[in-house]
């Protein structure tokens, strides 16, 4: 069994870059639905 704590720096790194990729993720998706709803993307493009 690791030892590791909420404070470690590791773990508060992996919590960041987590955060990130769903940030990511989110303003993606996001926009690809504002480009399917403008029609400047064809709805059938995006799965």
Sequence with gaps: M???SPDDPAVRGARRTALNE?????IVGL??????LSELLPGWLVP
């Design 22 to 26: 769903d940030w990511t993720a989110t």
């Design 31 to 36: 926009l690809l639905l504002a480009l399917v």
């Design 2 to 4: 690791t030892d590791t």
